[in-house]
């Protein structure tokens, strides 16, 4: 199955901007799904923003309400990669972030769950 790998974390100060890219490898499906969680010291892990296709075609764009309008998900087909594009950036987005991923049939409908996950990369903002 897919192999996931995040990059792209590092410690930025508050109002700053980072890009964490998702790269996939392994086989290729049609329909896919990838999904971006991160995960803060004695919280829950929580959902940002996930997107899902078929072939060229984008099912949709999901995003939670806590970062709508700051934060926008992407993919680039050629390269096998999700990018997650981290605007303005607050002391309370520092956490873990992971990716994660489903496939085949169905991927593209409508779902917050995945069932494949990266190791995690560290997002650190400071005031």
């Known amino acids: 199955q897919v192999q996931l790998v995040e990059s792209g974390g590092g410690s930025v100060q508050a109002g700053d901007s980072l890009r964490l890219s998702c790269t996939a490898s392994?086989?290729?499906?049609?329909?896919?799904?990838v999904g971006w969680f991160r995960q803060a010291p004695g919280k829950e892990r929580e959902f940002l923003a996930s997107i899902a296709w078929t072939g060229v075609v984008t099912a949709y764009t999901d995003y939670a309400d806590s970062v709508k309008g700051r934060f926008t998900i992407s993919r680039d087909n050629a390269k096998n990669t999700v990018s997650l594009q981290m605007n303005s950036l607050k002391p309370e987005d520092t956490a873990v972030y992971y990716c994660?991923?489903?496939?085949?049939?169905?991927?593209?409908?409508?779902?917050?769950?995945?069932?494949?996950w990266g190791q995690g990369t560290q997002v650190t903002v400071s005031f």
């Open positions: 994660a991923a489903r496939q085949g049939l169905g991927a593209a409908s409508v779902s917050r769950r995945f069932d494949v």
């Open positions: 392994g086989p290729t499906f049609r329909s896919y799904a």
